[in-house]
């Protein structure tokens, strides 16, 4: 398998644009996760999802994120409008299970909103 | 909540020193300990796991030991390599978190030659 794929790698837009990042689950995981990477808050959960429907998207930080699963192969992230302080690497991972069950992550999508 | 404390970095160490990460966990009910790896420029990948007290994970020399009466999970490797260089993230998952993974802040460990 080749893993969790994540695109675009490097995001660079302007404040006010809208973002959509776009991830590839590892293929028969039933869990897919969103998470932010920042140097000041570490790695946080945005949203996951189960099989897919979102289950939890209380670490979406605002409205101006969404995040769907419109089929087990493929989930996009979207920040519209995006502000400066989006600025992170977004990272998508993807489980068999929730429990005890390791999580594999995609190489991230850096995004630099000017 | 749950919640993760891993020591601060950066930690920098000579090839074949040996190796210790503290991490100490506060958690509802028994949670499922993990450390987590990042090197340069991807995504974190499994390092280790334990799943109930006493259990040791290991992995490719590095080790971490479970221990309830502690609450600590410390990532040890008797001599690194510089290819050991990266950031390693303690986490759990338990109930109380609904099996959400939480993560400590991360420890940057840079091996050099």
């Known amino acids: 398998d080749a893993g969790v794929i994540q695109s675009p790698r490097h995001e660079v837009t302007e404040m006010g644009q809208e973002v959509t990042l776009r991830c590839k689950p590892i293929?028969?995981?039933?869990?897919l996760f969103w998470y932010r990477q920042t140097m000041m808050r570490g790695l946080e959960l945005l949203i996951y999802?189960?099989?897919?429907?979102?289950?939890?998207d209380s670490g979406m930080p605002e409205d101006r994120f969404s995040a769907k699963m419109p089929n087990a192969s493929f989930s996009t992230l979207k920040i519209q409008p995006s502000e400066p302080r989006d600025s992170a690497v977004y990272f998508c991972?993807?489980?068999?299970?929730?429990?005890?069950?390791?999580?594999?992550f995609g190489p991230g999508t850096r995004l630099t909103v000017t | 909540g749950d919640s993760v404390t891993q020591m601060e970095g950066p930690v920098t160490l000579s090839e074949e020193a040996f190796l210790t990460i503290n991490c100490t966990y506060t958690?509802?009910?028994?949670?499922?300990l993990f450390w987590y790896v990042q090197y340069p420029g991807e995504g974190l990948q499994l390092l280790l796991k334990?799943?109930?007290?006493?259990d040791k994970g290991s992995n490719k020399g590095f080790e971490a030991t479970y221990r309830k009466e502690t609450t600590s999970f410390h990532l040890e490797k008797g001599s690194v390599q510089v290819s050991d260089s990266a950031v390693y993230f303690c986490?759990?998952?338990?109930?109380?978190?609904?099996?959400?993974?939480?993560f400590g802040k991360g420890t940057l460990l840079t091996v050099n030659p």
């Open positions: 991972a993807s489980s068999l299970f929730l429990r005890n069950s390791e999580q594999y």
């Open positions: 293929s028969g995981h039933d869990y």
């Open positions: 999802f189960n099989n897919n429907v979102p289950i939890d």
């Open positions: 958690a509802t009910g028994y949670p499922s």
């Open positions: 334990a799943t109930k007290a006493d």
């Open positions: 986490a759990l998952t338990s109930g109380g978190s609904n099996y959400k993974l939480t």
